[in-house]
């Protein structure tokens, strides 16, 4: 019961957070977790479908492979595109990245669809497996939809080129994630980039960029992109 209680606890603090509800509901779920909980359920959230999307919720954290187990029976009932794609985001989101890779693959079979989805996890995907010549294969199918620009999977290409000794072509792609007041982690790559290939002042230069608008971030801002900050901040020190 006290694993339980947590798991509500934390789904609260998260549907809180998503949705942007009143900090005085944060104080009132982690203060008085069982009563704090059950209030805010039934007052924010309770509705037949958000009932049923919070127990998926917390059967999937207390028995991860059950969702699975299930998928995979659903989809030899009836193997369509959607059953598959369903099964595959489910293997991703359970970090097991070669049968995501296998379903998403699968999906390609089916050219009625609209192939960008599964090629933007497939790049994700590699990435994790560090396939970058796959990375770059997906990469390269959609990187003239609009959806790639600026996306994580732009940024994953841009590593990928990097590994494969492609500097040039790299921070093409790596400077369309350099945005004022987003991207850290990603822009904390591309100055590490700079920095690796002897370009120090241009890898300083957007190290301060970044330094200087964390002084500007929001307390909750502040907290969530700690640790770039902190890594930003000991790369500095060491330029």
Excluded at 131 to 136: E, F, G, L, M, Q
Excluded at 195 to 207: D, F, W, Y
Aim: charged share 25%; net charge neutral; proline share 3%.
């Amino acid at each position: 019961m006290y694993y339980l209680l947590i798991i509500v606890q934390v789904l609260c603090l998260y549907h809180a957070y998503k949705n942007s509800k009143p900090y005085y509901w944060y104080f009132l779920i982690f203060f008085i977790p069982a009563i704090g909980s059950l209030i805010y359920i039934i007052t924010q959230i309770y509705n037949k479908n958000d009932a049923e999307k919070i127990q998926e919720e917390i059967i999937t954290v207390l028995n991860p492979t059950k969702k699975i187990k299930d998928l995979e029976k659903k989809l030899e009932f009836i193997d369509t595109y959607a059953n598959r794609m369903e099964l595959a985001d489910a293997y991703f989101s359970n970090k097991d990245i070669p049968n995501a890779i296998v379903n998403y693959k699968k999906t390609l079979d089916d050219t009625v669809q609209d192939d960008l989805y599964a090629r933007q996890n497939l790049v994700l995907c590699y990435f994790q497996m560090k396939d970058y010549v796959a990375v770059i294969e997906h990469a390269e199918q959609i990187k003239d939809k609009s959806e790639f620009n600026g996306s994580k999977q732009q940024f994953y290409y841009g590593l990928a080129l990097n590994e494969l000794g492609k500097p040039v072509e790299a921070e093409a792609q790596l400077k369309q994630i350099d945005r004022p007041y987003s991207n850290y982690a990603e822009r904390l790559a591309l100055a590490k980039f700079y920095v690796e290939n002897n370009r120090i002042s241009e890898g300083k230069e957007l190290l301060n960029e970044i330094s200087t608008e964390s002084k500007r971030l929001t307390k909750p801002n502040r907290k969530l992109y700690g640790a770039t900050i902190v890594e930003v901040e000991r790369l500095l020190a060491s330029l």
